[in-house]
């Protein structure tokens, strides 16, 4: 389609296996003559636009990303003038490598704002975030994340910002300016705040105190807890009423696999998925396929039903509502960001789903059941707190009212969650379970799905295969406790249908609303796996310890660009590995998952062996298909 514009003969697209494509433009005989490169571009552009609406954001066309053949460079056509691609991608080899290792791009606004003035460095500000999301209406308090913005937009809104402020006082430090400091910052209001603050001379960001971080997680707390309705009762329900699970978010990896064990199970009546995507049937489908899971979508069986949780009656037609009211008896709430970058505030949508279908689970006719996913990220920081009131090092199976042990956004809005399903436990009468799930891994059987490759697990490999060298040890990850997808999904399933019996414990909070565990029991140090990996790798790899291949990474920071981020993904994940580190440095150890009372609640935990050299050789594989 680009190839078409006036100005053009041709246009190839170039980038297979990046993170972002590029073209080349072979401008129609004359036009170089009269226009520059760059007008050729500006020409070409509002073309790339419109095809850019079309595409996903990892396949759009950046202006930095277009070359322009020479005139004496032709692009390579067979005798019937069919163009030949794949000759002529290798013909601008050498234009191709510039434009993608080039180092992050430097932007051209040639604008410098002083970060006391607030009013302009709003304003430039909100210019930047517009230019990320491409959303020109965009509100000076809202979430650039929750509004399409990635990780490969902010990598050109941090450039423009590094670039462009500055203070007549002070030496800023724009190292400041970072992927943690946008994720902390992902609206125009608190960025600006943010970059004021650097430009007094008092060190940025310093670090929040204990009381002052509790006092905020609570009033969000409150600010949820407050919306469910005064007098809200949810009774035992209908026993008899034929089992339909309201799942949300089949179509991520656990969700799958969740939706796969609910289909096999003959005494599930009906399966209603409520997913964000509005094409989820289609979605699940080649999901299925790829991961060799279940694809009887009888739809007797299987109703897919596109939902906002955040909004009243879930977004749904009313008599969409209606019908999954009066047949839902148990819901599974699996749907979640997986991102442990961005702050508590862009968890709002998700709290507000909880309240939401809180007062689902009141109005519903057979009265669900609650079960939730939640994340160890809830109680990470349990061993830094120091329970004393606990004799072991290991996170107990019990439900903790402390948010403080949660880490970062996405931990806090999993233990702000499971609080307000207590707090509708012991009040309103919900039942259910919170299952705080560990590590999940690939899935156990061959020709399963990939490992997500964005995962911390799957960016460590495949940055050591690039850089010849293995970490031996993982500071506070050594013991391999992960569960494999599959098995996760079973245990769930079974811990939601089969063993869901009220506690008895003398906790009114707990009565109805049980607490599981969920990770390997068994568990097997990283060293034992490490041959896999060895043996799967053509050039071998040998092993260094953490700090020196942490060291190697960070060495290739200077030369940071497109390419890197490809073939050395730890980049992105540069803060957890130091983070590590430094927890090793402070003296922190390794927190596991206690699960003594889940593996008797599920038979398939209870049977499940630690993760193989098989298994490890299998995800393998599958990372390099
Ligand atoms: N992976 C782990 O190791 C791990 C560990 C502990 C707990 N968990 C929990 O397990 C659950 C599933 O995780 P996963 O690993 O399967 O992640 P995943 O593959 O990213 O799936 C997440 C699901 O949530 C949906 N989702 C993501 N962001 C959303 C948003 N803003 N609004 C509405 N829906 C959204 C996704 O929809 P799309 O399909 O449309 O993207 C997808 O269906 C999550 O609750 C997660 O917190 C995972």
């Known amino acids: 389609m680009i190839g078409s514009h006036p100005h053009l003969s041709s246009a190839v697209y170039v980038g297979n296996g990046r993170s972002q494509p590029a073209a080349i433009l072979e401008v129609a005989d004359g036009e170089l003559s009269k226009l520059n490169a760059d007008q050729v571009i500006d020409a070409v552009w509002p073309l790339i636009e419109e095809v850019n609406s079309l595409s996903p954001s990892h396949g759009q066309l950046?202006?930095?990303?277009?070359?322009?053949?020479?005139?004496?460079?032709?692009f390579l056509r067979t005798a019937k003038c069919t163009l030949r691609r794949r000759e002529t991608a290798q013909l601008f080899e050498s234009e191709m490598r510039e434009v993608f290792e080039a180092p992050a791009r430097t932007p051209n606004y040639g604008i410098h704002i002083d970060v006391a003035l607030s009013d302009e460095l709003q304003s430039f500000v909100r210019m930047v975030?517009?230019?990320?999301?491409?959303?020109?209406?965009?509100?000076?308090?809202?979430?650039?994340?929750?509004?399409?913005?990635?990780?490969l937009n902010i990598q050109d809104a941090i450039s423009d910002l590094k670039a462009a402020v500055f203070s007549p006082q002070i030496c800023i430090d724009t190292s400041w300016i970072n992927q943690k400091a946008v994720y902390a910052n992902p609206t125009t209001l608190t960025m600006?705040?943010?970059?004021?603050?650097?430009?007094?001379?008092?060190?940025?960001?310093?670090?929040?105190?204990?009381?002052?971080?509790?006092?905020?997680?609570?009033?969000?707390?409150?600010?949820?807890?407050?919306?469910?309705?005064?007098?809200l009762r949810i009774g035992i329900g209908e026993t008899s009423a034929p089992t339909t699970v309201l799942l949300t978010g089949s179509t991520g990896n656990l969700g799958s696999y969740l939706l796969d064990a609910l289909l096999r199970r003959s005494d599930i009546n009906t399966v209603i998925c409520l997913n964000r995507s509005k094409n989820a049937a289609e979605r699940q489908m080649m999901s299925a396929a790829e991961k060799g899971l279940c694809m009887d979508f009888n739809r007797d069986r299987i109703i897919f039903m596109h939902a906002d949780l955040s909004q009243p009656q879930f977004g749904l037609e009313q008599h969409d509502y209606e019908y999954i009211l009066s047949r839902t008896t148990v819901i599974i709430h699996n749907q979640w960001p997986v991102n442990f970058n961005l702050p508590l505030s862009s968890f709002e949508p998700q709290l507000q789903g909880v309240v939401n279908l809180v007062k689902f689970a009141g109005e519903g006719v057979c009265s669900p059941r609650v079960f939730f996913v939640s994340s160890i990220a809830a109680v990470n920081n349990w061993r830094r707190q120091i329970h004393l009131d606990s004799p072991t090092y290991d996170i107990p199976e019990r439900h903790f009212t402390d948010l403080l042990l949660a880490s970062g956004g996405y931990g806090q809005s999993k233990a702000i969650a499971a609080d307000l399903l207590y707090y509708a436990s012991s009040q309103c009468g919900l039942r259910g379970a919170i299952v705080r799930l560990g590590q999940v891994a690939g899935a156990s059987k061959c020709g399963g799905g990939v490992w997500n490759t964005n995962e911390?697990?799957?960016?460590?490999?495949?940055?050591?295969?690039?850089m010849g060298v293995l970490p031996e040890?993982?500071?506070?990850?050594?013991?391999?406790d992960w569960i494999?997808?599959?098995?996760?999904?079973?245990?769930?399933?079974?811990?939601?249908?089969?063993?869901?019996?009220?506690?008895?414990?003398?906790?009114?909070?707990?009565?109805?609303?049980?607490?599981?565990?969920?990770?390997?029991?068994?568990?097997?140090?990283?060293?034992?796996l490490i041959p896999a990996v060895q043996d799967s790798a053509q050039d071998g790899l040998k092993t260094v310890s953490f700090p020196e291949w942490l060291a190697m990474l960070e060495s290739s920071m200077p030369v940071q660009s497109e390419k890197a981020f490809v073939t050395l993904p730890a980049l992105k994940l540069l803060d957890f590995f130091r983070g590590l580190q430094e927890g090793e440095h402070e003296g922190a150890k390794q927190t596991l998952l206690q699960t003594?009372?889940?593996?008797?609640?599920?038979?398939?935990?209870?049977?499940?062996?630690?993760?193989?050299?098989?298994?490890?050789?299998?995800?393998?594989?599958?990372?390099?298909?």
């Open 192 to 231: 600006t705040r943010f970059l004021g603050s650097l430009g007094r001379p008092q060190v940025p960001a310093a670090p929040e105190q204990l009381a002052e971080r509790q006092q905020f997680l609570q009033k969000v707390y409150e600010q949820f807890r407050q919306q469910f309705p005064g007098g």
């Open 456 to 466: 911390w697990f799957p960016s460590l490999i495949s940055t050591s295969q690039t």
């Open 62 to 74: 950046h202006k930095s990303h277009l070359i322009i053949a020479d005139s004496s460079k032709r």
């Open 484 to 528: 494999p997808v599959d098995s996760a999904a079973q245990v769930f399933v079974e811990l939601a249908l089969d063993s869901y019996t009220p506690s008895s414990t003398a906790d009114p909070r707990q009565r109805n609303m049980a607490l599981f565990n969920v990770a390997n029991p068994n568990t097997i140090p990283w060293g034992n």
């Open 129 to 151: 975030y517009q230019k990320a999301t491409g959303c020109e209406s965009l509100k000076l308090d809202e979430d650039i994340f929750l509004v399409g913005a990635d990780s």
């Open 596 to 625: 003594e009372v889940t593996v008797r609640s599920s038979l398939c935990l209870a049977k499940m062996g630690a993760i193989t050299k098989k298994m490890m050789t299998a995800w393998l594989e599958r990372w390099k298909a």
């Open 473 to 480: 040890m993982l500071p506070l990850l050594n013991e391999i």
